[in-house]
């Protein structure tokens, strides 16, 4: 999965960077956000699973804030504040988790199993936005730009995923002994996602909303034992980062 996600983060970095600079949205805050975004999540992926990977990935979430903090304006500060009330507990309970789990490689005495599996299925909840942790995603679909939602979506969140996706490799157990613990926000985020979709009118709120549905599904997808299953898993996951950034980038166009 690193192999695809390194040249799907490079496009989607440079497609971004390239609409925002033709476009003339681009202010240098933005760019130093957006290129440490890019560099960050391709030194990560470029390392494997490993804990400096993960720390990598987390300074690419952080970054991630900085392209809504350069948007001054105060509705963008008041989503910058709630998704950093929702970023800040799920980079602890994730890094915690994976303390536990040494990076998903051993399974801890009980209870500090399941203390680990509760911190990621939050963690993770709380990073994708999945229902019914959904509190910050509204805000700042409507407050970010179409190009900075291309990153956050196509490298940033797509990052999350792939992390998840990790996760079921090397600890299949967090998985398939607390199938209901993960199901309950997957199914949620799929069916509420679209049901939110369907009913929302701004544009970007929209594909914000496609977006939880879409990753309620990948994460059925990961419930599933069967290894074919992950393999689908990860090559959607592909497919929808650059579909989120195309889509998101005509929204860029039509707004110019």
């Known amino acids: 999965m690193d192999q695809i996600l390194v040249p799907l983060v490079l496009v989607v970095g440079l497609a971004a960077l390239g609409l925002a600079l033709a476009l003339r949205t681009a202010r240098p805050a933005w760019i130093a956000a957006a290129a440490v975004v890019v560099v960050t999540t391709v030194a990560g992926r470029l390392l494997g699973h490993s804990a400096l990977a993960l720390v990598l990935g987390t300074l690419a979430e952080i970054a991630a804030l900085g392209l809504v903090a350069a948007d001054a304006e105060p509705e963008a ?36 199993d399941r203390v680990a599996v509760g911190l990621f299925v939050l963690g993770f909840a709380l990073k994708l936005a999945l229902l019914p942790l959904i509190f910050w995603l509204p805000a700042v679909a409507r407050a970010a730009s179409a190009t900075s939602l291309m990153l956050i979506v196509g490298i940033v969140d797509a990052g999350v995923a792939a992390d998840l996706l990790a996760l079921s490799a090397t600890a299949p157990w967090i998985f398939a002994d607390h199938v209901a613990l993960w199901a309950v926000p997957a ?27 879409d990753s309620g ?36 166009c039509g707004e110019a």
């Open 217 to 252: 599904l990948l994460l059925i997808g990961l419930l599933a034992p069967d290894a074919v299953a992950h393999t689908g898993v990860a090559v959607g996951l592909a497919g929808l980062a650059l579909a989120a950034a195309a889509l998101f980038g005509a929204v860029a």
């Open 77 to 112: 500060r008041a989503a910058l504040r709630l998704w950093t009330l929702a970023l800040v507990p799920a980079i602890l309970m994730t890094g915690l988790a994976w303390g536990l789990t040494d990076l998903g490689h051993a399974r801890p005495a009980a209870p500090w």
């Open 187 to 213: 199914v949620a985020s799929l069916v509420g996602g679209a049901l939110l979709a369907a009913g929302a009118r701004d544009l970007k709120t929209i594909l914000a909303f496609t977006g939880v549905a």
